[in-house]
């Protein structure tokens, strides 16, 4: 597996009658769709024509096509921007959006359109293409909009040298910490549990609360599940996924599954008494305020906690796991994939060629979503407190893509059913070993 990261990795609608918008997309997921209001899309700016002075494409037929997206907490609103760029250079192409969550709604929406036909663009994950390129369902991208984009941005969507997403951008996962904190209790970076149980000691000491975290989203306690599972599980055993389906490994017998599980509960035993009624905006707010040292995460949280205070200074590193050789976690996010079937390809070309040639739009879009660019030549200009962090673990190859363990164990159907049994024995209405019967319960579930 690669593991060279590239370090720097990391609107207003026009009218209405022309184009056609999400509008509110309701509550948030794992990674998941934004919630209502979160944050306003910039607006009224001067966008340059994307191919470096290329004239607007001439008047040609009329053409709407159809788009599912399955936004992450980080997306709503990044639809305008595109909507815009896109009526500038072809004004004849209306985009006709569908905005779900993408933890709770995408799946069952893809599971919907594949008897009825897809639409003619899906903005899901890098994992979706997997799933969905094994049904024969998705149409190969062009090379002319591949070419434009990172090496790493092929590795998980190519399939027989035939490339099935474009991957627009990427999140970093791990524990989020508040380097004041830090750095005035001279707390040093945790590469093991037992430092990092030393500064948890250390905080409920002083009255801080170690770990921020909203376990009422039961998006989150899947995230931060598939995380521990990275380090603990699919570091050491790369192909555990297949086993279990196999019958050679599982959950209930498993000792480092059994390890990535109990996590949870070192979290839920070290968080607020009402993470199970706290939403991830509130936690958010309260890991600003000092009131937490620590917050297993991922790019996500970057936008709420620059909103909240654009000073605020905060760095990440890799949850500990049980040997001491964690990896910071990489996952490709915004992953555009179009039908086999569509009758609009030239359209569907010229979208792609707005969304990977015009690096204005991919600017604004990765400064708006606080996420890394998996463009060529493309750098986001935001302030990112944490990429020194995450420069360093890259120079040093210490950086996993979570693809590996989201491919074998996939998020619809299984890890976020597993994160349900996760909050309900957290909670006390199972007990462990029903947590972990269930999840092998779900083994035709998993791929």
Not at 224 to 244: E, H, L, R, S
Not at 341 to 367: F, M, P, R, S, W
Request: one cysteine or more; proline letters at 3%; charged letters at 25%.
């Amino acid at each position: 597996m690669k593991r060279k990261v590239v370090s720097a990795l990391v609107a207003v609608s026009m009218m209405a009658a022309m184009l056609v918008g999400c509008g509110d997309s309701g509550s948030s997921d794992k990674d998941g769709a934004a919630t209502d209001n979160q944050a306003e899309t910039p607006g009224d700016t001067d966008r340059e024509d994307a191919a470096d002075g290329e004239e607007a494409a001439d008047d040609g037929e009329e053409v709407t096509l159809t788009v599912l997206a399955g936004q992450s907490t980080t997306d709503a609103g990044i639809e305008d921007m595109i909507d815009e760029a896109l009526a500038k250079k072809y004004p004849n192409i209306t985009l006709e959006w569908e905005c779900v969550d993408w933890g709770n709604d995408f799946q069952p929406k893809m599971q919907q359109y594949l008897q009825s036909g897809l639409p003619d663009i899906m903005i899901g994950k890098a994992q979706d293409v997997a799933t969905y390129q094994a049904l024969g369902v998705l149409g190969e991208i062009d090379a002319t909009y591949v070419d434009r984009g990172l090496e790493a941005a092929k590795e998980n969507v190519t399939v027989d040298g035939k490339t099935y997403g474009l991957v627009y951008n990427a999140l970093y996962q791990g524990v989020y910490y508040n380097r004041a904190l830090f750095k005035e209790n001279n707390w040093e970076i945790p590469k093991t549990q037992e430092e990092l149980q030393k500064i948890i000691e250390e905080c409920k000491a002083k009255g801080i609360t170690p770990f921020a975290s909203h376990m009422v989203d039961t998006w989150s306690v899947g995230n931060v599940t598939m995380q521990f599972m990275m380090n603990d599980v699919f570091n050491k055993t790369p192909d555990w996924g297949d086993k279990f389906r196999k019958g050679e490994v599982s959950f209930a017998d498993s000792e480092e599954m059994k390890t990535a599980y109990n996590y949870n509960k070192l979290i839920c035993d070290n968080t607020f008494p009402e993470t199970f009624s706290t939403e991830q905006t509130d936690c958010d707010a309260k890991m600003v305020a000092g009131e937490a040292a620590m917050k297993v995460s991922g790019s996500w949280s970057i936008q709420n906690f620059l909103d909240i205070d654009e000073n605020f200074d905060f760095g990440i590193f890799p949850f500990p796991n049980q040997t001491g050789d964690s990896k910071l976690i990489f996952e490709p996010n915004i992953t555009v994939m179009t039908s086999a079937e569509t009758e609009h390809q030239d359209a569907i070309n010229k979208v792609l060629d707005v969304l990977t040639g015009d690096k204005e739009l991919a600017v604004e879009i990765y400064d708006y979503t606080k996420t890394a660019s998996m463009l060529k030549d493309v750098t986001p200009t935001f302030a990112n407190p944490s990429q020194t962090d995450i420069d360093a673990y890259a120079e040093e190859g210490n950086i996993v893509d979570v693809t590996l363990g989201n491919n074998q164990l996939v998020w619809g159907g299984f890890q976020e059913e597993n994160a349900k049994d996760i909050a309900a024995w957290l909670q006390g209405q199972e007990s462990f070993e029903d947590a972990l019967a269930a999840s092998d319960g779900r083994v035709d579930a998993s791929k």
